[in-house]
């Protein structure tokens, strides 16, 4: 405190301790912050989160990364989507595009005019025939989106599959150039004010005691801060996220090096594949209640696309979030401060959008060392909307099924959902309309991808598609396909891109 700075200590150095060191070290004044991140090497990282969402692009560029160098340095590969397989129905599969369906003529959004046109018997493609994501995923295809909005190939967005381990490598080598102080070592005290209970150093197993005004707890499902000293608790969203257990196993390629994400329906849970440029990453996400990991191991290893690399290795989880993600002067990031499950990728998105938050909220240098804590409450009422949003958007994967005659997907399709999803489905399945947030996930096209890859048909559309001529509308919709189409065609293969764009050269199977 010498030197008055105002100190953050961040515990634990996976994705979201170094997430958060290199964004606040970015955002954050050196002359009135100092970081430090506390790391242990045994104890190590939880090693998956691979998949990402587009919004992870704001984020590198708020750190000012040159993406073709991050892409080099994680064996990353471009990501336009989810492929889901066999929720719906076995066989059934579906796209959830990084990008629009269509386009909303007259300020009505596409899917009324879509279902307008069905329901006045006009023959009309399938909704995923109108989405360029899809389109360019389904043929392999890739080329950076185009900033011309009137270009067909703006109406898309990407994001990246990357290796875990490689992306916290180099973020640890982004924020400690810039000056954040890191430490090896195991937290094994923490010390607290006696009067108003708050944080004040840590310490390590060699003796060595760091003190600190404001500590990030990013020590994963340990949360060995908010969770182990504020003893904050967890709420337990098993009753509708019934998977709990993940067995994860790396492979060999065999085949395309594919643009999205595959998330395949299997008889207790799902399966997902994620293409990196030198391996592909695959699990088995399931419920314990009614699998055991034996059986869960036999199934993933029977399909995957090229040999094993390791042995699986098992993760317990509960889904669910810390009641608060801040308390006092301690602040949850990561799988401290929770964790649903891997379906649609969200969990480094929630890292990424805590940081912001706490950029925003932070105490400033001349407001005291002590958060206050209307600006806490804040960020928990912000934390707490996003899990909820994504939360429901999950449970709209289970619930949503139709796999009849499997106890697993039987059990889900008859469960009580939560209110804030039920008034969404009652509204698409009366009117076809679909959540529009301003703030958070999910965007109005993924709700659309999902509700309708899953079979949910509306009754009706919005009135207002009526004002509409129908052989206009039929004219407008095969013309938007047809410049899909022709936008694809163009597009190099997904691959030859990578190879051109941001190839590894020595690339390794680490
Ligand atoms: C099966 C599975 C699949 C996933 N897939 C995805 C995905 O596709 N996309 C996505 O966005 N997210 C995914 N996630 C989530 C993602 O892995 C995490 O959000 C991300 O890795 C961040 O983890 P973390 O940094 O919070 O925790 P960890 O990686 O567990 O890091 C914790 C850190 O704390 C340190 N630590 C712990 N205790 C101490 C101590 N006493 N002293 C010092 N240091 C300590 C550890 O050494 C480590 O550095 C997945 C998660 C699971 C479980």
Redesign the pocket.
Known sequence: MEDGLYRIII???????WMAAAGLRRQLEPGDYRITL????????????????PHIKLFNDMLGLDEAEFMRETQATFKLGIEFCGWDRPGSRYIHPFGAFGEPWGGVEFQHHWLRLQAAGRPVAPLQAYSYAVAAARANAFELPDEDPGSIRSTYSYAYHFD?GRF?DYLRRYATARGVDRIE????AIDRDGESGALTAVT?KSGRRIEGDLFVD?????S?LLGGQYGVGWDDWTKWLPCDR?L?VPCAHGGDLTPY?RATARPAGWQ?R?PLQHRIGN?Y?FSSAMLSPEEAHDVLLANLDGAPLTSPKL?R?TPGCREVAWRGNCVA????SG?L??LE???????QAAVIDLVNLIPTPNSGRRPDPRLADEFNRLNAMQYERVRDFLILHYVANRREGEPFWDHLRAMPIPDSLAHKLALFRARGAVPNYQYGLFARDSWLSVLVGQGITPATYDRLAEGFNLETIAAQLDDFRDRIDAGVAAMSPHGAFVDRYCAMPEATSA
């Open positions: 515990v634990g150095g996976g994705t979201a301790g506390i790391e242990s090497d045994e104890i190590g990282t939880v090693g998956v989160g691979e998949a990402t969402l875990a916290a070592g195991q937290v094994c390590l990013c020590t994963g499902f340990r060995l993940a994860a994400t997902w994620i699990g996400i993760l989880f990031v990561g799988l401290a964790f499950e891997p990728s969200t969990s480094i998105y929630l890292i």
